[in-house]
């Protein structure tokens, strides 16, 4: 089971990368994510419905699922959105981004208690190395502003946190009420934020509303519950070591769906990361995200 839940989550991460990018070009980031959210309120009405969720009891519950919601999804998308709004090239944001399972390794040994063995961190430093290769033909550092950085870095810190903070304060939530108040949340940020800076100006497209409902469904929904389930039942750097691998399925979504095949670079990138996941999530007696039960 752990396997399956972890190859769908690098997939729809990975096809998440195109499916956002096709999207902004109807609608600026708040507003394309106001609709994300709202549309995807609208499609857990009936499922909550259907399969009766466990909601929280106390107060600071809902608070801790909300925070989580608000780093993983306002924070997050929020600032990766932006920071490519504000023309932050595509190979410098997955970059950043990618360092997530370094910045999480370094968090979980220092503060949650983990060990990590020697060549679990060359894993971590090949995985990163690894990304570099895959991406590099999309670095211009010359699109690098103080702005776009920073609002990339804000995303950085957000998924870190995000996955952290859920992790320890609501580690055993039912996930469909998660989602619902973690939308909710979303949601009632971004639409202020898109009204007060963007005007909510949408395109209306068919390439938007199936960007949108792709985004949603298997991204939003199913993908950052993978996320969730994958870091409740494994430990948090060996879990996040996944996020490597999302930025080489995008590469080949791309060979396969446009044509666009990696150069010599690209594929020792892919083989670099490749081998880093492995030595990261493997452990001599222990089954990693990766393993089948």
Known sequence: MNALVAWYFVAVWGAGYVATKAGLHYAPPFTF??????FGLVCLVPVLLLFRARWPRRRIEWVHLAVAGLLMHVVQLGGSHYGQYLGMSAGVAALVISCQPLVT???AVNFLGEKLAARQWLGVGLGLAGVALVVWHKIDIREVTAA???ATLIALAGVTAGTLYQRTFSPNCDL????????AAAAAAFVPLALAVEGFRVTWSATLVSSIAFLVVFTSLLGVSALYWLTRHGEASRVTSMMYLPAV?????????FGVAPGALGVAGIALTCLGVALAVWKRNWKSSTSSR
């Open 148 to 150: 776009n950085l920073s």
């Open 249 to 257: 399925f995008a590469v080949v979504l791309e060979l396969v769906l």
């Open 105 to 107: 390794a370094v968090i």
């Open 176 to 183: 469909k009420a998660a989602a619902a108040i973690q939308f």
């Open 33 to 38: 994510l106001s609709l994300r959210f709202l």
